[in-house]
């Protein structure tokens, strides 16, 4: 059998809930329940509201810059081209990703560029 202090302490406890944020809602459970499903009903329409489309149009900004050296070596057109025309490309704005390949007689270098670029001004800058 509970002891007369202990339940004054509970009661204390249940009062000091009942002041609280949750005690709201502990103690108002039909408040409680209708504004969850105001919460849910309104998340329920805005989902169904907002226009989807099923093959959005994307713009990747992205250039390749190919250039040839006929009758070179893969290792002499990354020194003589490949990394002299990545330093000049480097100093470019809005900048995200720039990816190299040299092979025989050809450079390939791709620029893809931050989202928020402009991509005509980028690839004007590019060339």
Sequence with gaps: MPKIDEKSTVLDELKGVANSF????????????????????????SYYAIPRESEPEVKVPYGIVMTSYQGASPQEVAEQVTFKIEQKIKSLEDLEVVTSTSSEGISQIFVEFDAKADIDESIRNLK
Excluded: K, V
Aim: aromatic share 24%; charged share 10%; hydrophobic share 70%.
């Design 22 to 45: 949750w005690g709201f809602f502990i103690f108002h459970r039909r408040m409680a329940i209708m504004i969850g499903l105001i919460f849910l009903i309104t998340g329920l329409f």
